[in-house]
């Protein structure tokens, strides 16, 4: 389908979802043909979650036969699609963008011009791995603190009134973690495919970036370990299943009498150390 | 100064720091010599950021002379103290606490039971370690996005709206890094020690903690390269010198004709290259 | 029993492990209670793999009683215990070590003096942390070159005549991993204990030791992962795991007509692109 | 220059480099052009360092056109090249070696094929990598160990008879950082771009590589803080500066009476514990 304004591809289709029917959603067609099809003077919108060096090859292509290129991913989730209220990250000239302004403004709240071909998908995979970072970290230090002894409803308290608060404290882990709920909404496979652009980005820019690296390593291992199909709040339980804790146990236990925490891994014992002398690699 | 509810060991002084004078504010007194002056019956409380596994062996000691031990650091800043508005975490037993409440009424509008001995230092710890994360790996993401063309106050204003936002790019980046004020509130070298106590928590309690260990690492590194004296925020001035580009820098260039964004470094040149094919040490 | 020489406490026993009756091994005896059979003038020699920290406090506890104490690690292996030939790596000062000198001698072919008390144990710690360095980072890059069909047999040849070369390199992964023997002659728990030490006496000395840190917490997960009973070599196969390739697989199809090397993961099809619009949670 | 044998391009020309006269040296000519003087039917033979997504890229380009490509980056160093003794390890396939063979073993002492086009670039790498990842661990734990009172030529007497040994610990350190001599022999540069080559190669291939990447950022780190013309083993002179700390610097101080261990950095005073109070974020 084109947009009469400006050749802009794009699809009014209606997907479905996790069961739920959608409309007014922006996809980007064949693309995998190079855009084959495409006519001179079309615009190409990406809204897709991409690389920004793949974005820079395809519009650099895109340019020898006179198609213009925008990378512009959508933030907003299901609720912003459904209600026509997504904030679009734009990478690509302000004179393309005007062409297609009205379409996008179909289905955008908010259209932010981020930078040259590419800065959109750029900058919505810095922001998911941001959430990465957080997901992951917030997991390491409530399971140290789950071991310690403290309740993680009463860490996340503290943490949420505090310095070291994010999103995903204040947000992920009490609706999704405590509750034990971890509803799908979000593919941990995707959130590893954005933690790598991310770190590949830094990477290309050469900044050196030793967290969003790691980050990139750990979702991978996590992703291949939980499947294709764990949400990305998933990553928590693998975190737990390396710490031996359960996040949120000590506050289900305190309900109870005598609730002790989580017992520590055993010591090695007097064997094992003695062992020690005999078997050394030294 | 002791107090006559629980002969709570305080200080009722008024320690001027930053050129504010400020009362109502508790200190642990002569804990150099073990509490060597303190009669039986006395409740030790520390309200610095201090180290769980310190704690409980300071308790164990105590204990030994009938003198009670909590640990009780204390969030809430500046402003916090001055008004007696802080929030207090306590590691101990609740019928110590009770001894001492009234006491920490006097500075506290919050006191959480975090839980035994050394969870209110671990707390604390916990929450400042996650700030370290999110300071550093905010850096890194908006650094490469800097180098990417990606304006950084557009990228916090996304962010920001967004499932990557957390207390350090809502605030910290916008008050303190795009405006290169970079005020002196608290220090790189504590924040140093909190992290590297909560890597400690997590190593004590056997949980795999990847961020937490490499973050430690990172802001000893940056305490060394800064010094003593800079604030925890100038840890970003090093994620930028390692990384050549300077936060923000676009978008101040943005108000110039033909700005551009910072130019990568150039690449290695062809001599570099057939040198490579002599000095190689395969 | 006491060696005549100098109160040596070492224990003559003929320990069986894995079958194999040793003799003329020095253990520690009876050092959970603190040596309190022990008369002043002994000398207690530790030969396990403990941390310095411990070392010197104990050390420092014993000293109060009129005890010395030596940290006395050794190397060599079971071969090396059996004919008389470990190697001694000895922490504490010159003249207690030359009252226990001739007792040593009985079981050490080489005595090294390291430092202070703690020394002998941080040396060996440290050896060992490198060695947990080697193995895992090999693995990585064999993983790595196994899925870009180089074969493993060729990549150790090459890097063993060139300057990647390690003891791990050179021994383990062709006499334990293209074998796919993996004999259980060290275990992980004992390596993830070592590198943990190694850890901390970086941490302790104020040392950033980022490539430290992440190798002990690898080794960590590796534990909870693979079991107490695991051999340190068997660390490879979670690399392996993770990284979803064996390690020599394709010297093995290289056998076989059409041999082909480890398929990549399938890229994200279609769908899951189109779904990732729907699902992101920027 | 066209070999007769198969239109090798190479040159037999005279470089000098480190004021040596060097001759029997084959470099790839005019590779930016794409090949674009080059015949149908010719073999281009790239020996420098390159990455393997590149070298597939431009076979594929090359391959149109009805030219050959084989990835060989040599090993053996200076004296390899000078003697004609040189490694080289060949990626592509077997008929087009078939073809180049007489003329590379004008120069290779023995050529190993490696594996698909890119195979002999992602080895190289790999190798160059682990000595990356050897120096650095290598330096991490000799400055611990240094702090801690062990003197560094000890260490590495018991390192080197040990299973922690490497060739970095066998060779360059003796010889290079013990002595400070530090011989610019290998570009840090040049030693980053590999590990960064060998990084994206476990990336592309989806192998979790942590240990890789973090060495990768440590290096770009390096080459920043060092420059341009620092030789790779430099780098441990960054670990150095971070630790506070001399490698062997004990060593020296041994044969001084009375020598003592590198102090630690001082404990944080009792006025800095104080003010953590005020100052604390959280």
């Given at each position: 389908v084109e947009s009469s304004e400006a050749n802009l591809r794009w699809a009014n289709n209606s997907l479905t979802t996790n069961g739920a029917m959608r409309s007014?959603?922006?996809?980007?067609?064949?693309?995998?043909?190079?855009?084959?099809?495409?006519?001179?003077?079309?615009?190409?919108?990406?809204?897709?979650?991409?690389?920004?060096a793949s974005s820079r090859r395809i519009a650099a292509r895109l340019a020898e036969r006179g198609i213009a290129f925008l990378d512009a991913p959508v933030s907003g989730g299901v609720v912003g699609a459904e209600q026509?209220?997504?904030?679009?990250?734009?990478?690509?000239?302000?004179?393309?963008?005007?062409?297609?302004?009205?379409?996008?403004?179909?289905?955008?709240?908010?259209?932010?011009?981020c930078g040259p071909v590419g800065a959109g998908h750029?900058?919505?995979?810095?922001?998911?791995?941001l959430l990465a970072v957080h997901v992951w970290s917030t997991a390491e230090g409530l399971a140290a603190l789950e071991r310690a002894g403290v309740r993680a409803d009463v860490a996340l308290d503290v943490i949420n009134a505090s310095s070291g608060r994010s999103n995903a404290s204040m947000n992920l882990f009490p609706e999704r973690v405590l509750t034990r709920a971890f509803p799908r909404t979000f593919r941990l496979a995707l959130l590893d495919k954005d933690v790598g652009i991310a770190a590949e980005v830094a990477r290309e820019q050469r900044v050196p970036a030793p967290m969003l690296q790691l980050t990139a390593e750990l979702f991978t291992v996590a992703r291949r370990e939980l499947g294709e199909l764990a949400d990305h709040v998933e990553a928590v339980q693998l975190v737990e299943r390396w710490?031996?804790?359960?996040?949120?146990?000590?506050?289900?236990?305190?309900?109870?009498?005598?609730?002790s925490p989580e017992p520590a891994l055993p010591p090695l014992d007097a064997a094992a150390q003695a062992d020690a002398t005999l078997e050394q690699p030294l």
């Amino acid at each position: 389908v084109e947009s009469s304004e400006a050749n802009l591809r794009w699809a009014n289709n209606s997907l479905t979802t996790n069961g739920a029917m959608r409309s007014r959603q922006v996809v980007v067609v064949s693309f995998v043909d190079g855009g084959a099809g495409m006519a001179a003077g079309t615009v190409l919108v990406d809204c897709t979650s991409g690389d920004p060096a793949s974005s820079r090859r395809i519009a650099a292509r895109l340019a020898e036969r006179g198609i213009a290129f925008l990378d512009a991913p959508v933030s907003g989730g299901v609720v912003g699609a459904e209600q026509g209220a997504l904030t679009v990250m734009v990478g690509g000239d302000e004179a393309t963008l005007a062409r297609v302004r009205p379409a996008l403004e179909r289905f955008a709240k908010k259209i932010v011009t981020c930078g040259p071909v590419g800065a959109g998908h750029a900058l919505k995979a810095v922001n998911n791995a941001l959430l990465a970072v957080h997901v992951w970290s917030t997991a390491e230090g409530l399971a140290a603190l789950e071991r310690a002894g403290v309740r993680a409803d009463v860490a996340l308290d503290v943490i949420n009134a505090s310095s070291g608060r994010s999103n995903a404290s204040m947000n992920l882990f009490p609706e999704r973690v405590l509750t034990r709920a971890f509803p799908r909404t979000f593919r941990l496979a995707l959130l590893d495919k954005d933690v790598g652009i991310a770190a590949e980005v830094a990477r290309e820019q050469r900044v050196p970036a030793p967290m969003l690296q790691l980050t990139a390593e750990l979702f991978t291992v996590a992703r291949r370990e939980l499947g294709e199909l764990a949400d990305h709040v998933e990553a928590v339980q693998l975190v737990e299943r390396w710490a031996g804790v359960t996040i949120g146990a000590s506050a289900i236990a305190a309900s109870m009498p005598a609730a002790s925490p989580e017992p520590a891994l055993p010591p090695l014992d007097a064997a094992a150390q003695a062992d020690a002398t005999l078997e050394q690699p030294l």
